[in-house]
Each structure stands twice: as structure tokens, then as C-alpha cells.
T-cell receptor, first 113, second 116 residues
Framework: GENVEQHPSTLSVQEGDSAVIKCTYS??????FPWYKQELGKGPQLIID?????GEKKDQRIAVTLNKTAKHFSLHITETQPEDSAVYFC????????????FGTGTKLQVIP | NAGVTQTPKFQVLKTGQSMTLQCAQD?????MYWYRQDPGMGLRLIYY???????DKGEVPNGYNVSRLNKREFSLRLESAAPSQTSVYFC???????????????FGSGTQLSVL
């Protein structure tokens, strides 16, 4: 089955700096790569996603890049703010009758004011 | 619009006790899921229901049972709780391609379960 590895497990940055979280996946059949943000005491919430036919996607301060050849994808957060502090999960999804989503192990991001 | 609602939010059980976690969604989604979240292990799929009337095992189904009561509700049952089932449980739902929507998962706020 699919295996998703995520690094780093924890990340501390100064407010205003950039943060980068990296993931690799194993199954070349995966074609959808979402990123979820989980704030303390809440469920994960989708923040951005990318499909396998796209190399990069941006949404304000957040961007995701995908390298299909190398099977890795990354989340970039620019101009970080304290409210960006949370746990971030990458995931890879294989097409099917339901969401065959495999999650990474999560990155705890701390933005220091 | 409440989205995905889970109950209870917290629960403490003794080894061997049983309990049912409840989940309901009001988005008319076909698919529903139960995940468990453990430190350093991300989210792992326990069971899923691709559509009303069907259920199937995920990655870690042992010790659990599920019921898709109707399109809105999907419950998770622990028949004889074990300390290894101490975890945070999340219910999620998604539309399907037949509903013309994306693969986005909508999560509930979770149930923190401790088994002593």
C-alpha cells in the first residue's frame, strides 16, 4: 500500500519567516495530494491541495509543489504568523470508490512572535 | 450548518468495557470514515463506508465494529476496550465523484478516549 513520510516532525520559526514541510510518497498511482491543518482540540481542516497534473499551486501565503518523478511534495508558508501554529498533515490519495487517503505523521509548527 | 458532529468529546473506560462513538454529518455526503490519531503515527483509517449500506475495513480494524445507520450517521463500537485503543478518534465524511465534488475530507472535532 501507499506510504507517506513527512519531515520534520517539529518546526519552530520566527514570525515573518518562511516554513517548509516536505513529504514523500511511494505509490505512483497516487494522484491527489491534500494538506490538512489541525489546530489544538479540533479536527484537521483542508488548507490546500494539488493534483498530479499540476506542479505548483498557491493560495495567498501558502503554496504546494509536487515533483511526480521524485515522488515528493512540499508545503511552503511565507510570512508566518502566530495563527499558523498548528499541526500540519500531508496526504496522498489513490483514485477509487472512496477516499483512499494515506496521511503523513504530521509536523508541529510553532511560530514564535 | 454543523458539518460533522461527534459525540462524546471525552470518554474514560475500564479495560473490557464497551462503548459506541456516534457521528453524524449534514452535508449529504455519501462516504464516511473513522480514523484514529496517535502521537507520531498520523491518522490511520479504521473503517469506512463508501456509501449508505456498505462498510469496509481500513488499515487498523481489529477490536472495532461499525454501523452505517443511514446516510447521515456512522457509529464506531468498541466491544471490549483495551489500553491499546487509547487514542483520539475522528469521524470524517466526503462527497464522491457521483456527487460531482472534490475529494476533500471534512472532519469532526474528535473524541478523546482513555482506556485504563
Amino acid at each position: 500500500g501507499e506510504n507517506v513520510e513527512q519531515h520534520p516532525s517539529t518546526l519552530s520559526v520566527q514570525e515573518g519567516d518562511s516554513a517548509v514541510i516536505k513529504c514523500t510518497y511511494s505509490d505512483s498511482a497516487s494522484n491527489y495530494f491534500p494538506w490538512y491543518k489541525q489546530e489544538l482540540g479540533k479536527g484537521p481542516q483542508l488548507i490546500i491541495d494539488i493534483r498530479s497534473n499540476v506542479g505548483e499551486k498557491k493560495d495567498q501565503r501558502i503554496a504546494v509543489t509536487l515533483n511526480k518523478t521524485a515522488k515528493h511534495f512540499s508545503l511552503h508558508i511565507t510570512e508566518t504568523q502566530p495563527e499558523d501554529s498548528a499541526v500540519y498533515f500531508c496526504a496522498a490519495s489513490i483514485p477509487g470508490g472512496y477516499q483512499k487517503v494515506t496521511f503523513g505523521t504530521g509536523t508541529k509548527l510553532q511560530v514564535i512572535p | 450548518n454543523a458539518g460533522v458532529t461527534q459525540t462524546p468529546k471525552f470518554q474514560v473506560l475500564k479495560t473490557g468495557q464497551s462503548m459506541t462513538l456516534q457521528c453524524a454529518q449534514d452535508m449529504n455526503h455519501n462516504s464516511m470514515y473513522w480514523y484514529r490519531q496517535d502521537p507520531g503515527m498520523g491518522l490511520r483509517l479504521i473503517y469506512y463506508s463508501a456509501s449508505e449500506g456498505t462498510t469496509d475495513k481500513g488499515e487498523v480494524p481489529n477490536g472495532y465494529n461499525v454501523s452505517r445507520l443511514n446516510k447521515r450517521e456512522f457509529s464506531l463500537r468498541l466491544e471490549s476496550a483495551a489500553p491499546s485503543q487509547t487514542s483520539v478518534y475522528f469521524c470524517a465524511s466526503s462527497a464522491t465523484k457521483f456527487q460531482g465534488a472534490s475529494e476533500k475530507l471534512f472532519f469532526g472535532s474528535g473524541t478523546q478516549l482513555s482506556v485504563l
